[in-house]
């Protein structure tokens, strides 16, 4: 009898390793357009997220040494106005003067620290006292005992007022943010008036 061919064995790999369906190329021509739309703003969303994040990261804090040196001639001038010893050898009108600067600093300078603290930067008792001068203390010392201590803190006043003006005029073209700018705006105005407050003219103390 003839052989009979032996039976070749069964191949099982189409469901071992089933064939995969080729992959679509995200455009292909059966993509419909309002699909491709959303594929490129997609693209260009992350492609903005990321660089929005290194963008900060080479950044970093906001820039708010202007506002430290505001801070410091706040300190300052809160310095001046808290002698209450020197201060009974002023005339009515500079006495008021120091009044009204003590009470009008003092909020400034806290309204500045809470927002430099709110954008993450703090500020040392000792960093705000840099800007003290222990030769203007010296001067107004003298100027008690030589009877020109009235002139003298004026002078004094007006001289921190400018610079204070001058300071306040440069942290608010270097701040950006909104809040940042109107608290810069509103102490701008505040050592105005202060400023022409200091330059009205001495009345003698009738005490």
Partial sequence: MPSQPSPQPQSYDFILNPQKPPR???????????????????????LLIIFTIFKNLLAGKPKLDSMVTVAQDQQEMIHLTANNNQLQNLSTASQDLAATAQLSLNSAQDQLITYMQNNHFKVSAK??????????????????????????????????????????QQAYNQITGPKGRALLSSDYNQAQLLLNQASSPIEPNTN
């Avoid at 010296?138 to 003006?165: C, H, I, P, R």
């Fill in 24 to 46: 679509r190329p995200l455009f292909s021509g059966s993509a419909s357009l309002p699909v491709r739309i959303a594929i490129v703003v997609g693209g260009l969303l992350i």
């Fill in 127 to 168: 960093v705000l006292n840099l800007k003290v001068s222990a030769s203007l203390d010296s001067e107004l010392n003298n100027a008690v005992a030589a009877g020109t201590f009235d002139q003298t803190f004026q002078d004094a006043m007006k001289a921190q007022l400018n610079t204070y003006s001058s300071d306040l």
